[in-house]
């Protein structure tokens, strides 16, 4: 644990050898002698922690504290005092104050101190965080592909290397990348996100490096970009191919200096972010026709990913759907319905172009219309009207879910998409695969369990021996 602290006293030996003793112990201190300066510094840079004193000349420190809340800084403050009374204390507690520490201090309860006080803050922000996301922010997966995927990730999450993830809209980009961050060292670090599509061209700037008030029409008081609110954390740029021209120069200078400077300030901030970027475009067809710097392009595709669409990970549908069930009916407290295998299968004849979005959506719809447990029925007409004139994929295999138990008729379901696909890619064993979201091998393996002839002309998904 590090921690960069701001020491704010009037007295030159206190500064000295408060900022030896930290520096010593391995965090990095911030010195300066009076409010004024204290609340600029608290402007223009992060910390983890400021430890100042309560009597000083002109401004105390129970005036700082109230400077640092109404300018929305919430870095927590701890105070000391050789002059310590209960009704300082109080009020010091009162205006914010994490801790008060009396004068004079000891070493080991200093550090002690900011030690907690860093955990405490770092849970609390963590537990924001969680409270936020749970429920809301998991991968589910059980296809080969997705497997394949994940592996990727869990190797390049604990290095740097900037990740760019390709994707269709609705595929999950974000998860990806929370789920990147999640399983980092900066785990316990910020997750921040900007969409660069919905941001407008003049506002982005604002957005991601911050600006001081008045800076500009509308900046009625100062605003930390994304960069400064990812400090020791990620910043995910969704839709970077979408950044205008003009913005993607000054990202480039920040991304190699590691600095960002808000609007109207001059002073430049440094700032600790691992930058994780996606898009559902072509970045080097963008680059090929001037729309893209190939610089920038070179910083933040260091090692891409590639997301797969939900028409090529089918296998994972079952599992979605139980999850996205589950979620819904948790958030509306609303009693569990049943999905059955025949409503799953008539949910793998839609082609989901809104991929795993839309599909949250269509399971939301058919629990808000459901009067008993949801089929085949429920599902045609909670659809879209484009999805019933579309109607089932081009093959003459009729997909029925069977009779019998529920893990009979997952496997004569499985069995009827499998051949399904066979018969729509001409018993393409490598099309049919990638349809599937498998490896070919793997769909070999899957034919073999399911007494399917690969090469054999088609088959009655009921004709199992």
Known sequence: MKAHILIVDDEANTLASLARAFRLAGHEATVCDNAARALELARSQPFDLILSDVVMPRRDGLALLEDLKNAGITTPVVMMSGQAHIEMAVRATRLGALD?????????????????????????????????????????????????LMAQIERVASSESRVCIYGETGTGKELVA??????????????????????????????????????????????????EQAHRGTLFLDEIGDMPLAMQAKLLRVLEEGEVERIGSGKPTTVSVRVVVATHRNLEQLVESGAFRRDLYHRVVVFPVELPPLRRRLEDLPALIDHFARQVSLQNGWKPVPITPEAIAALAFYPWPGNIRELRNAVERLLLLADGPIDAEAVRLALPISALKS????????????????ADRLLAYERAVVLAELDRHQRNMARTARALGLERSHLYKKCQQLNIDPQAEKQDPADST
């Open 391 to 406: 109607g089932p994929p081009a093959s003459t295999t009729t997909i029925s879910p069977g009779q019998g138990p529920l």
């Open 100 to 148: 008060f520490l009396e004068k004079p201090l000891s070493t080991e309860k200093l550090l002690v101190t900011v030690e907690n006080a860093y955990k405490l803050t770092r849970l609390e922000h963590e537990n924001h965080d969680l409270r936020a996301r749970v429920g809301k922010h998991t991968l589910i997966y059980a296809s080969e592909i997705m497997r394949r």
């Open 178 to 227: 929370r789920t990147l961050h999640e399983k980092s060292p900066r785990a316990l670090g910020p997750f921040v996100t900007l969409n660069c599509a919905a941001v407008p061209a003049e506002l982005i700037e604002s957005e991601l490096f911050g600006h001081e008030k008045g800076s500009f029409t509308g900046a009625a008081q100062r605003h930390s970009g994304k960069f």
